[in-house]
């Protein structure tokens, strides 16, 4: 990203946090050990690892095949940036598919042991942002696709999208649901859920992170756009807040939680626990 996007970035993350701060939102959520994945996730993760993802793909392309460097420089900003988004939706949903799918497996558990750390967070706020195993970005197709478009020519729309993509991680893990609202209303409600069949709602989100009455992490796999779990059917559009939030169970040992796949150990309880099932239709305690 530019300066100007970085700090427009970091800007509406405070503003955004500052606010669920003063309404309390943030109150009684957090462990010891949530503050130290929080806080070395988000400095090893968007001061090193993200950006050196992404680098690495465009430096490794040039040396590979030097003489196709910038070979979509003579696109126009809008048509890459359109290429790039939708490229980067469909390659992360199914990464990020897969990594849901993968928990358990014999031969792929650790996907989702390197993704798992975004969703022990037992709340969603904007925090959870940058609650990303700091090795994610190298698995993640987002840095591999905005890598390639800086190796075609089109580093604008490469900055242009890792920024309109973390902006909007923003909207949809903030705690304040905007769109809570707008369901309800009688006129605009079904516009809204229409909508949510083409673009990621805090609702749609939130669901993920969820589990128990409108929750689940096992769909709603878009980032941006929810077009692809419209086509292959993961699509849910919930009519509240999940149940819970997190995962279900006790939580990995931090350690693990920030430097896996170099640090591990046994298997977290939350690890055996089926998400899937429902939940009772008690209170939901994040609906405030």
């Known amino acids: 990203m530019t300066a100007e996007q970085t700090a427009w970035m970091a800007g509406t993350a405070l503003v955004l946090l500052l606010a669920e701060l003063?309404?309390?939102?943030?109150?009684?959520?957090?462990?010891?050990?949530?503050?130290?994945?929080?806080?070395?996730?988000?400095?090893?993760?968007?001061?090193?690892?993200?950006?050196?993802?992404?680098?690495?793909?465009?430096?490794?392309?040039?040396?590979?095949?030097?003489?196709?460097?910038?070979?979509?420089?003579?696109?126009?900003?809008?048509?890459?940036?359109?290429?790039?988004?939708?490229?980067?939706?469909?390659?992360?949903?199914?990464?990020?598919?897969?990594?849901?799918?993968?928990?358990?497996?014999?031969?792929?558990?650790?996907?989702?042991?390197?993704?798992?750390?975004?969703?022990?967070?037992?709340?969603?706020?904007?925090l959870l942002v940058f609650r990303v195993n700091p090795f994610w970005p190298f698995v993640m197709p987002l840095p591999w696709v905005t890598g390639f478009a800086v190796y075609a020519g089109q580093l604008e729309a490469a900055a242009l999208a890792i920024f309109l993509f973390t902006m909007w991680g923003l909207v949809t893990h903030s705690h304040f649901r905007w769109d809570d609202a707008v369901r309800r209303h009688s006129v605009f409600g079904p516009v809204i859920r229409l909508a949510e069949h083409v673009i990621v709602s805090p609702g749609i989100h939130h669901s993920h992170h969820g589990y128990g009455r409108d929750g689940g992490n096992f769909r709603n796999y878009g980032i941006m756009l929810s077009i692809y779990d419209t086509i292959f059917g993961s699509l849910y559009i919930p009519s509240g807040r999940p149940f819970r939030y997190g995962l279900p169970g006790t939580n990995a040992d931090w350690r693990e939680e920030v430097f896996f796949p170099f640090f591990r150990k046994k298997s977290s309880e939350a690890d055996d626990v089926d998400d899937r099932s429902p939940a009772s239709p008690a209170t939901n305690i994040e609906a405030g």
């Open 22 to 126: 003063l309404f309390g939102r943030h109150r009684g959520l957090y462990r010891r050990e949530d503050h130290l994945v929080n806080g070395l996730c988000t400095l090893i993760g968007m001061a090193i690892t993200r950006p050196l993802a992404a680098m690495m793909v465009a430096a490794g392309l040039g040396l590979l095949h030097p003489q196709h460097q910038g070979f979509l420089a003579h696109w126009g900003l809008l048509p890459s940036l359109a290429a790039t988004i939708v490229t980067a939706e469909f390659f992360c949903y199914w990464v990020h598919r897969s990594a849901h799918e993968a928990k358990g497996s014999r031969y792929f558990d650790w996907l989702w042991r390197l993704h798992r750390t975004h969703h022990s967070g037992k709340y969603v706020n904007v």
